[in-house]
């Protein structure tokens, strides 16, 4: 059974940092291709940031390039998005996902987690 945990959300102020993380099991995890999308309140989910199975390929949505980095650690079967500078424009329930192939569009992502809620005061 496969299994995407996320945590890692939490309310924080604006200009503030959070670090999400996604502990995967029942898959393999290092041919997977991972990404981050995320949903607010009355908005349709949207891309946030993808990595390729190596690491070796990262890509970040414009809204929050430069603020934001995903990564991955094989080892531990986990995906992480750090974000900086959190904006308020930034609170939505975020999700992590598993690919076969490196993808941007989330009809490609197969196994999705239940989401953590990231909530950005002003």
């Known amino acids: 059974q496969v299994q995407l945990v996320e945590s890692g959300g939490g309310l924080v102020q604006a200009g503030d940092s959070l670090r999400l993380s996604c502990a995967a099991s029942g898959l393999t995890f290092s041919s997977r291709a991972m990404g981050w999308f995320r949903q607010a309140p009355g908005k349709e989910r949207e891309f946030v940031a993808a990595?390729?199975?190596?690491?070796?390929?990262?890509y970040c949505a414009d809204s929050v390039k430069g603020r934001f980095a995903i990564s991955r650690d094989n080892a531990k079967s986990t995906v992480y998005l750090q974000m900086n500078s959190l904006k308020p424009e930034d609170t939505a329930v975020y999700y992590c996902?598993?690919?076969?192939?490196?993808?941007?569009?989330?009809?490609?992502?197969?196994?999705w987690g239940r989401g953590t809620q990231v909530t950005v005061s002003s």
């Open positions: 996902a598993a690919s076969p192939r490196y993808s941007l569009g989330a009809r490609d992502y197969d196994y």
């Open positions: 990595i390729s199975r190596s690491a070796g390929i990262t």
